[in-house]
């Protein structure tokens, strides 16, 4: 137990510290060596460990353990859809269905799902108010047709995604056993903190990228050689690449997010009108993080949404 207590210390200490508010109450001190977390949060995770452990199956010891790793197994992902995908691998392990899914105007669309013959799957569209809180899918305000594809299958919950603190979508579960609930109410939380900060996170890589590209001899030499950089090339000067990945990131943030009004804009034209709040949200994000209009110029965005919303057309815009 000494060993087990030291990995859920550490690993609460790394990753999830906002995420266990929820566990906290009035207990008693709990006295654990060399550890930060609070003796409440450690308790919970304790008490939950010893109700629902199944000795033959271990799942919740197991799963604690994989969100130990998650800080490894994220640190380099800096795409959405890959992000999604491990998401889904992670809790495809431990739950026997997992659907992750988009709020989109009045409804949310299956973004992806685990492969399963009845239970929701990519594509699907549910007509649903966005919602922010945990629930059994019974109290939830998803539509009958759903509620009736999970009867009589105990341990469905939705558990709602946000980013930048606001309802972005929920993800659908069946867990494998009750217990399991905390560590997908974990592992969602670290998915919606990890999506909001995605675009920090691929500015930093990208910082790091160019500095060391700006240090290698073949970069000095051009640099002194009196090389200018240029949109269609990215260039030798990190801050124009970094605008550039930064705005085709939004661009492509924009299109995630807003699938039917972008499909119909495709269709129909007139994209900057029907994705207006998102693209001025956008672009001001894009303005605060690069505030010098001169040396970056407002066609870097222009062109993101152009290549990545618009596929190329800019007539459609």
């Not at 087990?4 to 550490?10: D, I, K, M, S, T």
């Amino acid at each position: 137990m000494n060993e087990l207590v030291e990995l859920l210390a550490n690993f609460i200490n790394t990753k999830i510290e906002q995420s266990l508010q929820d566990f906290k109450k009035e207990i008693s001190e709990v006295p654990v060596k060399s550890q930060g977390v609070s003796s409440e949060e450690l308790e919970r995770m304790l008490e939950v460990l010893n109700q629902h452990e199944e000795p033959e199956k271990g799942y919740l010891v197991e799963a604690m353990a994989r969100l130990g790793g998650i800080e490894e197994e994220w640190a380099g992902i800096s795409d959405q859809v890959n992000l999604i995908e491990s998401f889904l691998k992670i809790c495809g392990d431990f739950c026997d269905y997992n659907g992750f899914f988009i709020f989109k105007g009045d409804g949310a669309s299956c973004y992806d799902a685990t492969s399963h013959k009845v239970f929701p799957q990519k594509g699907m569209v549910v007509q649903v108010e966005r919602f922010d809180r945990v629930m059994a899918l019974a109290d939830s305000p998803l539509p009958g047709e759903i509620k009736d594809q999970f009867k009589e299958i105990s341990d469905v919950y939705v558990l709602p995604l946000t980013l930048k603190f606001k309802p972005a979508g929920f993800v659908l579960t069946v867990l494998s056993e009750s217990g399991l609930l905390d560590f997908m109410k974990t592992v969602v939380s670290l998915m919606s903190r990890e999506l909001t900060l995605m675009p920090y996170k691929a500015k930093a890589l990208l910082a790091k990228t160019a500095a060391a590209r700006d240090s290698s001899p073949s970069v000095q030499s051009k640099a002194s050689s009196g090389s200018r950089a240029s949109i269609s090339s990215i260039g030798m000067e990190s801050p124009l690449e970094r605008a550039i990945r930064y705005a085709k990131l939004l661009a492509s943030e924009i299109k995630l997010y807003n699938e039917k009004a972008v499909a119909r804009g495709l269709q129909e034209g007139g994209l900057r009108k029907l994705l207006s709040v998102d693209i001025e949200r956008s672009f001001n994000s894009f303005r605060e993080r690069f505030p010098n209009s001169e040396e970056i110029p407002d066609r870097i965005f222009d062109e993101a949404l152009i290549q990545y919303v618009a596929n190329g057309n800019a007539d459609l815009m």
